[in-house]
């Protein structure tokens, strides 16, 4: 069974030399590397080069890009693998045996589209600082994924055909993968393991860490793909996107949104995520 591993990257040449070679030393060697570099102006591309000099099971398919989703369309569109996943360049494989691990439970399972690991926060050095945690709640479980669509995205694979039929929505710059989960999970059959796959680097840049507007209300058009155009849960991620730009032309912003960050959230937390969270 081989595996299609795209890898977005813009920047990280801090980092993408440890992601690829999380990949490289996997201990199942039937897989295939498709880098998306966007343009970057450091030094990532000398090492992408350096990989695919070395390994013609991983090439640098594209130079340009429109973000991150249209990144990753881009690379899997090269792809030929049974089975598809991504992995940034700043996150990494905590183990020679991730891959190995999801054959096994794919070619055990047929009727498992797709398979989802745990991990851990790693720092800028990649140190382990924590677990993740894809479930707070006591009552959280794959059965919320419609009211939150916890998934570790660099642990988790797909059989080829989950990506045929739904693909990457290239309008959603900060949830493009949330979306994507929250489609499969409606059409196709999910399997938990437990152990930790991946490691996902926590530093300045993450994406996911950011309390912005631009952020907030892609959870809102999300809230309203779920529920619907008249979906209060959409309206209400609208409002709170809308304070959180208000925020940012005061003093001392940042303080102040992750005050709403932490009561936005601590009332998902209490409802059982029956209210949204951020």
């Known amino acids: 069974m081989k595996l299609s591993i795209a890898v977005p990257s813009l920047d990280y040449g801090r980092y993408i030399g440890d992601c690829l070679e999380s990949i490289r030393t996997q201990d199942h060697a039937d897989f295939e590397v498709l880098i998306a570099d966007g343009g970057s102006r450091d030094q990532s591309l000398e090492t992408i080069e350096r990989f695919c000099a070395a390994d013609p099971?991983?090439?640098?398919?594209?130079?340009?890009?429109?973000?991150?989703?249209?990144?990753?369309?881009?690379?899997?569109?090269?792809?030929?693998?049974?089975?598809?996943?991504?992995l940034n360049a700043d996150d990494c494989y905590v183990s020679a045996s991730v891959l190995s691990r999801v054959v096994e439970a794919l070619v055990a399972r047929p009727d498992i589209d797709v398979v989802t690991l745990q991990g851990c926060f790693i720092d800028e050095n990649g140190r382990r600082i924590r677990r993740v945690r894809t479930r707070y709640h006591p009552l959280d479980s794959m059965k919320l994924m419609k009211e939150r669509t916890a998934v570790l995205q660099p642990a988790t694979f797909w059989r080829r055909r989950v990506w045929a039929d739904i693909g990457f929505r290239r309008e959603f710059h900060f949830v493009f993968d949330v979306v994507f989960f929250y489609e499969a999970y409606l059409r196709y059959s999910w399997l938990e393991l437990p152990g930790e796959a991946a490691g996902y680097r926590w530093h300045g840049g993450n994406k996911s860490a950011q309390i912005s507007s631009a952020r907030i209300t892609e959870l809102a058009e999300f809230e309203r793909l779920k529920y619907g155009a008249a979906s209060w849960r959409g309206d209400y991620l609208r409002a709170i996107a809308g304070l959180v730009a208000l925020l940012d032309r005061l003093p001392a912003a940042s303080v102040s949104k992750r005050a709403v960050r932490l009561l936005v959230n601590g009332l998902a937390f209490f409802t059982v995520y029956r209210m949204p969270g951020i």
Do not use: E, I, P, T
Request: hydrophobic residues 45%.
């Open 57 to 86: 099971r991983f090439r640098l398919v594209s130079r340009s890009d429109g973000g991150q989703a249209d990144a990753v369309q881009q690379a899997l569109a090269f792809s030929s693998g049974d089975v598809l996943c991504f």
